[in-house]
């Protein structure tokens, strides 16, 4: 059980360990009466054993559920019942299993299994929350058809596959495709939907819905939209339709993931799916847009073929986060989506790689899945994809898809399954390859270059650090993608894939007439750290003439990082190269805006830390934050005679469109305003937030306003304005935190957990303040550990509510081991404090101890 004391360690499962279930699940009848407290749960559910079966042993998974009664065959039985299921005799033919329990939705705070929100009745069963409903083999490997009957007052009553009949009080589903029970989903509420339809390329109608509070009905166009634009990318470019006919999505304000692909009834975190130009950023949006997608594709990545065991997550997650992020290039700008990407990974994947909490895309042990949802499964996993695709070529990629959609359709598959139908559509071996999904770790790539008489080389090492429990690493296939340019920038060589397969490798390029600049690992080919030692000139030269966008953006994101290093290694001034290379950037007006906007952001003050821990520093949080505001000081200074012509030449007048283009200008916009801030005092800003109509630009000019401290009056108007609506008020909480100084921000942090709108039942809210607070680098770690012991507090106080949103929280702490002794200090004690807490749950134990361990 998740609140029993910890006292004996919880226990670890392991891959090697796994064993089919002994039987067939033949079909699944469930009958929910709901009520808030005392919902009772009737299965009936038809079991074959299977002849010859490793382990005949009848166990169900099940937890907090009060068994009522229970038959087999049309007899009571009396099982014998554990912490965590049911064992029973049971017929060596076929037989009807059938049991009622008691559930109490509304005291389920950890928002696993049937629970409610806002009086909505709402569930979560990925990964292991179905057993919190009914007893069931509840593991993905187990897949079944699902009749679904639900009988209460509530308007509005849903769940997976097709409706089949409804009438006063009650209505019934039937999915009549097999699926896990970690897909099962109902929705009862007194909602509105938002309807619209789809005709599939076979002529197939799809009703579509999306179901909202009262209220919302006005924010689900975009989502909509968003829907039927995935649905018709799913077709054009995997081939794959809808099989139903009806797609539901609900969305949900107290929920811990983004969003849960259920077949059939996706159940969004309302702040994924709600959208309007007067509540929501361009950042929401291009979410919103991104996470439609992602689970509307996982009804064939992830719901036709599934996963074998929980080890395998990466099979679907990694897949379908490629594919989503293939689609956003496709709808809005490749080299801008990439480089966000990057950016991304470089904050989340990066760390988790190379601290204690480092694990292979593919684990081998957990004590509690949850605790695996993470960077290096997600993103990592869809990074590992796209070296795939890099080396067996478009052509290739669609051929083992095409085989992987033909070969597993229905089936719960393994990271064995999907290399096989690569090499069988290829006839590549991937025996090398697959370390992606086993080593942990980042490798080192290393790089060594020679010319002469025309032939250049390039001398690759690849190195891997020793991670937890792994500590030699063999080497890794990487596809390296390389363009070399003549001196005078043009391009000599177009981008080669170079295929390393060994510890150290050498490339040559013959006729060359005068040494190139190499561009290596261009459009990041492969998730590793380039080491090369090189100048600021040639990062400025890159930073001019690369054809690579990404590459082009890496050189000027270098010279940003070695600048700021200079000056907090050596006190030097912000390099004047740079601020001209940035200058004449910001004022090239045939370089997308968007592009301009991501050259012109400063690498985070966590990527300089990590950068400084990287080469042997030890980081100073407060000097890292100094270097960063004189450097944006500088900057404003000198380009203080254009900056009012930039900001009237990116703003976007005209009404609200959240498309890429305008998105690009007002991303440029926000930056340059922040640097008019600087000088002007706020003025610029103060009347941006007056004539602000949409979000976008009203939430820019206040996080300007706030970081300069003049935004007080704007602050209490915002709030004012929008206390009614919970997902503008979650930025409001975040934003007073992100943008506080160092010294203030625990303090302002700590007050916002005492207002009347900070609850710890919501996971939004709890982000906005607790995240924002981990989130503000210089803030988090001041010397004072006022942050360390506030985060701490607010984690033991929701580990009693809702394990799984604190067990990923603790993560903050994970980096704990490149700053100085004091802080380690610090930090160690409020993890301890953690740690020692009375009857911490399995999640947050085992997250601790593996970030103490390290
Ligand atoms: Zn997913």
Same mark, same amino acid.
């Not at 965590?84 to 299993?97: A, E, M, R, S």
């Not at 077709?235 to 609900?250: A, S, T």
């Not at 340059?672 to 602000?692: F, K, M, V």
């Given at each position: 059980m998740k609140d029993a004391a910890p006292a004996s360690a919880p226990e670890t499962f392991y891959l090697k360990d796994y064993t089919p279930f002994g039987f067939e699940v033949v079909s699944v009848e469930l009958t929910f009466r709901l009520a808030p407290n005392a919902t009772r749960v009737i299965s009936k559910i038809r079991f074959s054993p299977k002849p010859g079966a490793a382990d005949p042993t009848f166990f169900l998974h099940g937890e907090e559920?009060?068994?009522?009664?229970?038959?087999?065959?049309?007899?009571?039985?009396?099982?014998?019942?554990?912490?965590?299921?049911?064992? /029973?005799?049971?017929?060596?033919?076929?037989?009807? #299993? @059938?049991?009622?329990?008691?559930?109490?939705?509304?005291?389920?705070?950890?928002?696993e299994g049937l629970y409610m929100s806002n009086g909505m009745y709402c569930t979560q069963c990925e990964a292991e929350g179905f057993r919190k409903i009914t007893y069931y083999p509840d593991r993905p490997d187990v897949m079944s058809t699902f009749k679904v009957r639900i009988e209460g007052d509530e308007k509005v009553k849903l769940s997976n596959g097709n409706p089949t009949g409804n009438g006063a009080g009650w209505a019934e589903w039937h999915d009549p495709w097999p699926k896990p029970a970690y897909l099962f989903a109902l929705v009862a509420g007194d909602l509105v939907n938002h309807p619209d339809s789809f005709t599939t390329r076979s002529g197939k109608e799809v009703e579509l819905n999306i179901w909202v509070r009262p209220g919302d009905e006005g924010k689900c166009a975009f989502g909509m939209e968003a829907l039927k634009k995935s649905?018709? #990318?799913?077709?054009?470019?995997? *081939?794959?339709?809808?099989?139903?006919?009806?797609?539901?999505?609900?969305?949900?304000?107290?929920?811990?993931?983004?969003?849960?692909?259920?077949?059939?009834?996706n159940i969004f975190n309302s702040s994924c799916?709600?959208?309007?130009?007067?509540?929501?950023?361009?950042?929401?949006?291009? !979410?919103?847009?991104?996470?439609?997608? %992602?689970?509307?594709? %996982?009804?064939?990545?992830?719901n036709r073929i599934t996963c074998r065991d929980w080890f395998q997550l990466c099979l679907k997650e990694g897949l379908t986060v490629f594919r989503d992020a293939q689609f956003t290039a496709d709808m809005r700008s490749a080299p801008v989506k990439r480089i966000s990407d990057v950016i991304?990974? !470089?904050?989340?994947?990066?760390?988790?790689?190379?601290?204690?909490?480092?694990?292979?895309?593919?684990? @081998?042990?957990?004590?509690?899945?949850?605790?695996?949802?993470?960077?290096?499964?997600?993103?990592?996993?869809?990074?590992?994809?796209?070296?795939?695709?890099?080396?067996? $070529?478009? +052509?290739g990629y669609s051929k083992a898809l095409d085989l992987y959609f033909d070969r597993h359709d229905g089936q719960a598959c393994t990271i064995e399954d999907w290399l096989k139908v690569f090499e069988d559509a290829t006839g590549r071996d991937l025996t090398q390859f697959k370390l992606w999904y086993s080593q942990a770790g980042t490798p080192r790539l290393s790089v060594e270059e020679s010319y002469q008489d025309g032939t250049y080389t390039l001398t690759f090492e690849q190195k891997t650090a020793p991670t937890p429990g792994q500590p030699d690493k063999a080497p890794r296939v990487i596809p390296i993608a390389v363009g070399l340019l003549g001196p005078n920038g043009d391009e000599v060589l177009p981008t080669q894939v170079l295929e390393m397969t060994e510890g150290k490798q050498s490339f040559t390029f013959e006729g060359l007439a005068a040494k190139p600049v190499p561009s290596i690992l261009r459009e990041f080919s492969a998730p590793v750290i380039l080491e090369r030692e090189t100048t600021n000139s040639e990062r400025a030269f890159l930073l001019a003439h690369d054809t690579d966008p990404f590459n082009r953006w890496e050189a000027g994101n270098a010279l940003a990082r070695e600048a700021r290093i200079a000056m907090i290694l050596d006190g030097a001034a912000p390099d004047a190269d740079y601020l001209d290379a940035l200058q004449k950037m910001l004022r090239d007006d045939d370089l997308d805006p968007a592009f301009r906007a991501l050259v012109l952001s400063p690498p985070s003050q966590s990527n300089i830390a990590q950068a400084l821990h990287e080469h042997g520093h030890t980081p100073d949080p407060q000097q890292i934050h100094d270097a960063a505001e004189t450097f944006a000081q500088t900057l404003a200074e000198q380009l203080a005679d254009s900056l009012p012509r930039l900001y009237a030449a990116t703003t976007v007048d005209g009404p609200y469109s959240p498309d890429a283009v305008s998105t690009g200008k007002r991303d440029l916009n926000a930056r340059?305003?922040?640097?008019?801030?600087?000088?002007?005092? $706020?003025?610029?800003?103060?009347?941006?937030?007056?004539?602000?109509?949409?979000?976008?630009?009203?939430?820019?000019?206040?996080? /300007?306003?706030?970081?300069?401290?003049?935004?007080?009056?704007?602050?209490?108007?915002?709030?004012?304005? #929008?206390?009614? +609506?919970?997902?503008?008020?979650?930025? #409001?909480?975040?934003?007073?935190?992100?943008?506080?100084?160092?010294?203030?921000?625990?303090?302002?942090?700590? +007050?916002?957990? *005492?207002?009347?709108?900070?609850?710890?039942?919501?996971?939004?809210?709890? !982000?906005?303040?607790? *995240?924002a607070m981990a989130g503000n680098h210089a803030g988090f770690h001041h010397a004072s550990g006022a942050g360390y012991r506030l985060l701490a507090e607010n984690l033991i106080a929701l580990d009693k509510l809702n394990p799984q949103t604190t067990a990923r929280m603790c993560a903050a702490f994970q980096t704990w081991r490149r700053y100085d002794a004091d802080r380690q200090a610090l930090i160690r004690e409020q993890l301890q404090r953690i740690a020692g807490t009375d009857g911490l749950s399995r999640d947050t134990t085992e997250m601790v101890t593996r970030i103490l361990d390290a």
């Open positions: 559920l009060t068994l009522i009664r229970a038959a087999i065959d049309g007899t009571e039985v009396t099982p014998t019942l554990t912490d965590t299921g049911l064992t /029973c005799d049971v017929p060596d033919t076929p037989f009807t #299993w @059938e049991a009622e329990v008691e559930i109490d939705p509304e005291g389920n705070t950890a928002l649905m018709t #990318w799913d077709e054009e470019v995997y *081939g794959r339709e809808y099989d139903l006919d009806i797609f539901n999505i609900v969305a949900v304000d107290d929920f811990n993931m983004g969003a849960m692909e259920n077949k059939g009834l799916v709600l959208a309007s130009p007067d509540t929501s950023t361009d950042a929401n949006y291009e !979410r919103i847009e991104a996470i439609i997608a %992602h689970e509307y594709f %996982h009804n064939w990545t992830g991304d990974l !470089r904050a989340r994947q990066f760390p988790e790689d190379g601290g204690p909490l480092a694990h292979p895309p593919r684990p @081998e042990q957990f004590q509690e899945i949850n605790n695996f949802y993470t960077a290096t499964v997600y993103e990592k996993g869809a990074e590992v994809i796209g070296m795939l695709k890099r080396l067996v $070529g478009d +052509d340059i305003l922040s640097l008019l801030t600087r000088l002007d005092g $706020g003025q610029q800003a103060a009347r941006q937030y007056e004539a602000a109509d949409n979000m976008t630009q009203q939430y820019a000019a206040l996080s /300007c306003l706030l970081k300069a401290e003049k935004g007080a009056a704007q602050s209490q108007a915002f709030y004012d304005q #929008w206390k009614g +609506d919970r997902l503008v008020m979650d930025k #409001w909480f975040a934003l007073q935190i992100a943008t506080a100084a160092p010294e203030a921000a625990a303090q302002i942090a700590q +007050d916002l957990t *005492g207002h009347a709108l900070f609850t710890l039942k919501n996971p939004n809210r709890f !982000r906005a303040v607790m *995240g």
